[in-house]
């Protein structure tokens, strides 16, 4: 048997287990072995990776919010995750945990076709950090909003305009994403409403990384936007770890799979 887990905090909302064990009951044989798949609440960011060795994990995910201590604590980090310095993937690969970011490209999924030119993010945690580069590479000029400021300073030193949200200026944007935990657990929405009001008077669409409805999904459909909810995203990075953890076995079979148990 081979062990994979998802760290977060919260974790118990988590669809990541349902996904990729539904992969690895239905392909075992074409696997060649037994996988299973752990949802993990951590309370300490520091004990990450003795956590991932200690347990003897194959590889994992990474969610809130650890992605930027999942990037520091990599021994070793691959591709676009080195550039936004956050990581949702781990491998154990020769003895090291090696770091990758799928939600870069996971974030694009549902806007295929989409013609954006500004965007807002709300939030700025490891995700933002993704959904920045990922739209940076379609072109995009993007802002960032969060309701303190610590995080903004990744932002800045990259000259990303980026505000407080009590400072966000009523720009026209036409995509506004919130990449915050406002409305995972609870019914917030992630700025003030009169703000993301006067905001998606403005904008065409709005899209949350969280993956059921939330207050902010329903206020943009109030306002008569159309409306992104996380699954497409959460799909497509979960089949693009499952390629980190097992390469040989072909993504549109993963992708089916995860598609046909999500929905
Ligand atoms: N669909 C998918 O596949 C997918 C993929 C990645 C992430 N996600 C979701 O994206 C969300 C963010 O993940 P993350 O890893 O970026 O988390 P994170 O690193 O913990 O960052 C969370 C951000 O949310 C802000 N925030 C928290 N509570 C808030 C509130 N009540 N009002 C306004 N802002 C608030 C934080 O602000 P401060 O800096 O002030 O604390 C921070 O900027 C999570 O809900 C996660 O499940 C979904």
Redesign the pocket.
């Known amino acids: 048997m081979r062990h994979y887990a998802v760290f977060g905090n919260p974790i118990a909302h988590s669809k990541s287990p349902l996904l990729h064990n539904a992969v690895f009951v239905r392909y075992e044989k074409e696997l060649g072995f037994r996988g299973n798949y752990h949802p993990i609440l951590l309370e300490n960011p520091q004990d990450l990776k003795s956590r991932f060795l200690e347990l003897g994990l194959f590889g994992a995910n990474i969610?809130?919010?650890f992605?930027?201590v999942a990037f520091h604590l990599s021994d070793k980090v691959e591709g676009l995750a080195q550039e936004v310095q956050a990581v949702?993937t781990w491998v154990l690969r020769e003895g090291q945990v090696v770091g990758y970011n799928t939600?870069i490209e996971?974030f694009l999924a549902p806007l295929k076709g989409l013609h954006v030119s500004r965007a807002l993010i709300?939030?700025?945690?490891?995700?933002?950090r993704a959904v920045v580069c990922a739209l940076k590479s379609r072109g995009v000029a993007v802002s960032v909003c969060?309701?303190?400021a610590?995080?903004l300073a990744y932002f800045q030193a990259q000259n990303i305009p980026s505000f407080l949200s009590q400072d966000c200026p009523l720009d026209a944007y036409d995509l506004i994403i919130n990449?915050?935990?406002?409305g995972?657990k609870?019914n917030?929405l992630?700025?003030e409403e009169s703000l993301l009001k006067a905001l998606f008077k403005q904008a065409k669409h709005a899209y949350d990384?969280?993956?059921h409805n939330t207050p902010f999904l329903s206020l943009a459909r109030e306002c008569h936007l159309k409306t992104f909810d996380?699954?497409a995203?959460?799909v497509a990075?979960a089949v693009l770890s499952f390629a980190q953890f097992v390469p040989h076995l072909n993504s549109p079979l993963v992708l089916a799979t995860m598609q046909e148990v999500l929905h």
């Open positions: 969610t809130t919010p992605k930027e949702n939600d996971g709300l939030g700025a945690g490891g995700s933002a969060n309701r303190s610590k995080k990449t915050t935990t406002a995972l609870d917030n992630p700025c990384l969280i993956y996380g699954k995203m959460l990075q």
